[in-house]
């Protein structure tokens, strides 16, 4: 079955604490994202890829790293968390950056940072 | 500066009419729109999209129609069915410049058809 796959689904830490968020796509897409979500602020581009190796900031980077050395999996990395990055996190991905593909998302992970 | 907006945060309907969701933008460089639909606790699905040189486009139940003099789009549904009670994401983006890998999202519209 297609899909992106993340893991954890839910996470509760504390901060300073580093986190890593996996995602995985089986779909051999060339772009993969991620956003998060907040209550009335919709979602939010953190990281995107347009393909191994090559990543860029979204709007909200601040306080989060990624790295794209396979293809498949794109991790989110929050070296120290705090409170405000408590969040609903997706990660997506497309056949490609360029041109007219729509986004496949995961599920989610919700983030809580005490 | 937020560059999408969807005013609406709620929307409802009765089930069999029509729905309407809005959607407005800022940057006439977008050239891409997309219509996202959220249940909860699962991640956004593609619904529907539209390239700015074209003013409609149709599927099945779904009609989405852009009208960039006034930077604006709307997704109709008719009829209304309560499966589609859901959150509803615009989302905007560059097909070929070197923005493209960016996408822009609403903060969402939250559609309830009521049976």
């Known amino acids: ?114 | 500066d937020q560059q999408v907006k969807q005013n609406s945060p709620s929307l409802s309907v009765q089930e069999g009419r029509i729905s309407i969701l809005n959607c407005d933008y800022t940057n006439s460089m977008f050239d891409y729109f997309l219509w996202y639909k959220k249940y909860p606790a699962e991640g956004p699905t593609f619904l529907i999209s539209i390239s700015s040189i074209k003013d409609k486009n149709e599927d099945g139940r779904f009609t989405v129609f852009l009208n960039k003099s006034a930077k604006h789009l709307s997704l109709h549904i008719v009829p209304s069915q309560p499966g589609d009670s859901a959150v509803y994401f615009c989302a905007a983006k560059f097909t070929f410049n070197t923005n493209a890998g960016k996408s822009t999202f609403g903060d969402g519209t939250t559609l309830t058809v009521k049976p």
């Open chain 1, 1 to 114: 079955e297609a899909q992106v796959t993340q893991n954890p689904r839910y996470l509760i830490t504390v901060t300073g604490k580093k986190l890593t968020v996996t995602c995985s796509q089986n779909m051999n897409h060339e772009y993969m994202s991620w956003y998060r979500q907040d209550p009335g602020l919709g979602l939010r581009q953190i990281y995107y890829s347009m393909n191994v190796e090559v990543t860029d900031k979204g709007d909200v980077p601040e306080g989060y790293k990624v790295s794209r050395k396979e293809k498949r999996n794109f991790p989110l990395i929050l070296e120290s968390p705090s409170p405000n990055q408590t969040s609903l996190y997706f990660c997506a991905s497309s056949l490609s950056g360029t041109g007219t593909n729509e986004q496949f998302f995961g599920p989610g992970t919700r983030l809580t940072v005490l």
